[in-house]
């Protein structure tokens, strides 16, 4: 293979103030967590729920008493009615302040 091509490869200089405007501009991993937290609570909230069935499922995945078919289907289940409370919750926070805080507030 001939890597004759890299050897043409000149440098070139990135100016400080560009350098210095991209480190300005950067968030930080705890602002991006923060943002997310405060503007969408239940997508937090689901994936703490989800978090929490599968931990629980594969702590009692050693302990079942019951064929493995009937037991992932339970999980299953227990896994959608949270992901559907989380769903429903959020649904009803967004109509009380879409209809309940805001006209508070026009009045």
């Known amino acids: 293979m001939d890597n004759s091509g890299w050897k043409n490869i000149e440098t070139i200089e990135i100016p400080e103030e560009a350098i210095r405007q991209s480190l300005e501009n950067e968030r930080s991993m705890t602002d991006v967590v923060y943002d997310l937290v405060a503007n969408k609570p239940f997508l937090v909230a689901g994936i703490i729920s989800l978090s929490t069935v599968c931990g629980i499922g594969a702590y009692k995945w050693k302990t079942r008493t019951v064929i493995p078919s009937v037991f992932l289907g339970q999980l299953r289940v227990i896994a959608q009615g949270s992901a559907l409370g989380c769903i429903t919750l959020g649904m009803i926070y ?8 805001k006209k508070k507030k026009e009045n």
């Open 94 to 101: 967004n109509m009380y302040i879409d209809f309940i805080v």
